[in-house]
């Protein structure tokens, strides 16, 4: 399966959801670098880091045929951020799972362009590589991802340390959202 899915490109009435470009980088970088697209992380990203990250979204498609797509406006054609799948690196005991998950730049913000493509994310997830459940998770404070995480019909289930952050710093404290392919069935069947 992984070998048909891991060009896959998706498309909303106003997204495309796609493959990284070397010319991604430069914009990503730049949008990492943003204090209010990182508020909710622990720091801002170099230009290298943004890089890194780019090559190991790329891989992660070639190991599981799903990630993180560059998501680009249709009617702009331009790099706006990311939205897709990806397996968390890190051991909690919700894991192995596969999270959704969204970073847009600040152009970008309160249009319904996160939750518009993590739709199309969350049901590649489950119609093309039937997925069980999918979860996500953020800070308590970051209401608007919650938002999106809501619109897309999920819940939140709980509040976890997140094991990646040192346990005194203020973003440790995390929230966690799941849907399950039936509960998004059901949803899309009323």
Not at 6 to 31: G, V, Y
Not at 54 to 76: I, M, N
Not at 86 to 93: H, I, N, S
């Amino acid at each position: 399966m992984r070998n048909t899915l891991e060009k896959q490109t998706l498309e909303t009435s106003r997204l495309i959801l796609r493959q990284w470009r070397e010319d991604d980088i430069a914009h990503f970088a730049e949008m990492n670098a943003d204090r209010k697209v990182m508020q909710y992380f622990p720091e801002t990203l170099t230009y290298d880091e943004s890089a890194y990250l780019v090559e190991r979204y790329q891989k992660h498609f070639d190991e599981y045929g799903f990630g993180l797509w560059a998501v680009e406006l249709k009617d702009q054609a331009e790099f706006a951020g990311f939205i897709g799948l990806a397996v968390p690196q890190f051991t909690a005991y919700f894991t192995p799972c596969v999270e959704i998950g969204w970073r847009l730049a600040t152009p970008y913000w309160n249009q319904g362009y996160a939750t518009e493509g993590a739709q199309a994310a969350l049901d590649f997830g489950f119609d093309q590589c039937n997925l069980k459940e999918i979860l996500s998770f953020t800070v308590p404070a970051n209401i608007a991802s919650r938002r999106v995480m809501e619109k897309i019909g999920m819940s939140y289930i709980d509040n976890f340390d997140h094991p990646a952050i040192p346990a005194d710093a203020p973003l440790c404290r995390h929230v966690l959202y799941r849907i399950t392919k039936e509960e998004r069935d059901t949803l899309q069947a009323v």
